[in-house]
């Protein structure tokens, strides 16, 4: 049988355990900075395919500007954009894929 007091104890404890997971400080990564070829390059966001090891999709930053998520194949070295457009010799698929080096 549930007492008044044992309710109470119950829904402090929730409270404190609610209120310590909320009050816990929020980690973020650094970003990947290089300097390439007069660049700066910055990985803000990166994730690696499953399926295709060698492909990175990630958010970068080339010269302060941000690009939107892209494809980065680390095996013919392009850069493919959202759009489908596929650029060889990027600074940023340089920098992602010297980072990932196997």
Not at 73 to 93: F, I, K, P, Q, S
């Amino acid at each position: 049988m549930l007492t008044m007091r044992g309710v109470f104890c119950f829904l402090g404890g929730l409270l404190l355990l609610v209120s310590g997971l909320l009050a816990a400080p929020v980690v973020m990564a650094a970003p990947l900075c290089r300097s390439v070829a007069e660049h700066q390059v910055c990985v803000l966001k990166i994730t690696r395919s499953a399926k295709y090891y060698w492909e990175y999709r990630a958010v970068v930053e080339v010269d302060g500007k941000r690009r939107a998520m892209a494809r980065y194949n680390c095996r013919t070295g392009e850069y493919v954009r959202r759009d489908g457009e596929r650029l060889l010799d990027d600074v940023a698929t340089e920098v992602i894929c010297g980072f990932f080096k196997q």
